[in-house]
T-cell receptor, first 115, second 118 residues
Framework: DVKVTQSSRYLVKRTGEKVFLECVQDMDHENMFWYRQDPGLGLRLIYFSYDVKMKEKGDIPEGYSVSREKKERFSLILESASTNQTSMYLC??????????????FGDGTRLSIL | AQKITQTQPGMFVQEKEAVTLDCTYDTSDPSYGLFWYKQPSSGEMIFLIYQGSYDQQNATEGRYSLNFQKARKSANLVISASQLGDSAMYFCAMREAGYGGATNKLIFGTGTLLAVQP
């Protein structure tokens, strides 16, 4: 089975801190994604990566950056955390073939609170 | 612009009954894929079922089936014989079309919270 592991289930940080959320997948997937989930808004794409060192902005990239130095690891970085970034963060991965029926596989999520 | 709409914020269903969760979509791309995910209170997103736009038959996976009506742009999830463990948030998603063809990005609806009552 595909395993996507997020480093923390719960995280509490202070405003202004630099925050790192880590995600690792074990299925050699080309694509990796970071979403945030807020009540009533569904999942919104922050950034995604289709290869090592490659990244593309999603729908809400402001205030975030990402890093993909190795194929299995995709990091989300909050440069200077703010209270409006309190949310559930979900990482996902998938095969790289387009027009495919391959789903995205998700981690368990990180509930991040910025105080 | 592509869009997924789930109009039911929440629903109740009695245990052992069938339930339909609505999903409509909007796209001008002839090639697309539709996915349903389940999110229990623990938070993980679980893939349930997939329907491709060119698939001739409605998708089925165990107790899950997809009522795909292409002309109406709807892809409703049907859960037969509901169980208490089916209580969760359910999300419909569409593979996003991109320049030159489909991408691997998904567009999600806002979700439907299903509560199964004993």
């Amino acid at each position: 089975d595909v395993k996507v592991t997020q480093s923390s289930r719960y995280l509490v940080k202070r405003t202004g801190e630099k925050v790192f959320l880590e995600c690792v997948q074990d299925m050699d997937h080309e694509n990796m994604f970071w979403y945030r989930q807020d009540p009533g808004l569904g999942l919104r794409l922050i950034y995604f990566s289709y290869d090592v060192k490659m990244k593309e902005k999603g729908d809400i990239p402001e205030g975030y950056s990402v890093s993909r130095e190795k194929k299995e690891r995709f990091s989300l970085i909050l440069e200077s955390a703010s209270t409006n970034q309190t949310s559930m963060y979900l990482c996902a991965s998938s095969h790289g073939a387009t027009n495919s029926n391959q789903p995205q596989h998700f981690g368990d999520g990180t509930r991040l609170s910025i105080l | 612009a592509q869009k997924i709409t789930q109009t039911q914020p929440g629903m109740f269903v009695q245990e052992k009954e069938a339930v339909t969760l609505d999903c409509t979509y909007d796209t001008s791309d002839p090639s697309y894929g539709l996915f349903w995910y389940k999110q229990p209170s623990s938070g993980e997103m679980i893939f349930l079922i997939y329907q491709g736009s060119y698939d001739q038959q409605n998708a089925t996976e165990g107790r899950y089936s997809l009522n795909f009506q292409k002309a109406r742009k709807s892809a409703n999830l049907v859960i037969s014989a509901s169980q208490l463990g089916d209580s969760a948030m359910y999300f419909c998603a569409m593979r996003e079309a991109g320049y030159g063809g489909a991408t691997n990005k998904l567009i999600f609806g806002t979700g439907t919270l299903l509560a199964v009552q004993p």
